[in-house]
Antibody, heavy 120, light 110 residues
Framework: EVVLVESGGGLVQPGGSLRLSCGTS????????MNWVRQAPGKGLEWLSY????????YYADSVRGRLTVSRDNAKNSLYLQMNSLRAEDTAVYYC?????????????WGQGTLVTVSS | QSVLTQPPSASGTPGQRVSFSCSGS????????VNWYQQFPGAAPKLLIY???QRPSGVPDRFSGSKSGTSASLAISGLQSEDEADYYC???????????FGSGTKVTVL
């Protein structure tokens, strides 16, 4: 069974940092491209970042470029998101999502999400 | 403002067919492979349709996708109470090197 589990969310002050993790099991993690997506309370989905299988190619949404860094450790079957200079508008549930190997299909499995709250 | 525009809501009675659109605001929409996701409150999204019209294994054939010109659509035939959820269209944009989501459509079963 494919499982993705996010962790590392919590309450952080504006300007602070947080590192999210996404642990995976049930599939060969190193064969899959991965993404981070977030959802602010009561709002829609927002794609944040992509990373290829080797971790050598990354992309970011304009809204977070320069403040977020995605990385992965294939030996640990884990994906990470380092978030710096956090703002109130970064308050959201953060999901990791696996990109399907089926052409033109995107996120076939998602984690349950981890809540990040940015507040003083 | 999202690149992909969806109506905020859609509704129907059990057994009815309901459909709603996802419109593109740029010239690249024609090259998009549109995906649709279903999301229940408090849950992660689930892939419902990919490549405009394809259903992943396990998705009921009541759900169907289409795309023509600058618009894609999701249709739910034989609407059921358990279909009440939020639905998002999305696509990878090569020019942006990013994934874009629509604003979402909340489906209500009356």
């Amino acid at each position: 069974e494919v499982v993705l589990v996010e962790s590392g969310g919590g309450l952080v002050q504006p300007g602070g940092s947080l590192r999210l993790s996404c642990g995976t099991s049930g599939f060969t993690f190193s064969n899959y491209e991965m993404n981070w997506v977030r959802q602010a309370p009561g709002k829609g989905l927002e794609w944040l970042s992509y990373i290829n299988t080797f971790g050598t190619t990354v992309y970011y949404a304009d809204s977070v470029r320069g403040r977020l860094t995605v990385s992965r450790d294939n030996a640990k079957n884990s994906l990470y998101l380092q978030m710096n200079s956090l703002r109130a508008e970064d308050t959201a549930v953060y999901y990791c999502a696996r990109k399907s190997v089926v052409p033109a299909a995107e996120f076939d499995y998602w984690g349950q999400g981890t809540l990040v709250t940015v507040s003083s | 403002q999202s690149v992909l525009t969806q109506p905020p809501s859609a509704s129907g009675t059990p057994g009815q067919r309901v459909s709603f659109s996802c419109s593109g605001s740029n010239s690249r929409f024609g090259s998009y492979d549109v995906n649709w996701y279903q999301q229940f409150p408090g849950a992660a999204p689930k892939l419902l349709i990919y490549s405009n019209i394809q259903r992943p294994s396990g998705v009921p054939d009541r759900f169907s996708g289409s795309k023509s010109g600058t618009s894609a659509s999701l249709a739910i035939s034989g609407l059921q109470s358990e279909d009440e959820a939020d639905y998002y269209c999305a696509a990878w944009d090569d020019s942006l090197s990013g994934y874009v989501f629509g604003s979402g459509t909340k489906v209500t079963v009356l």
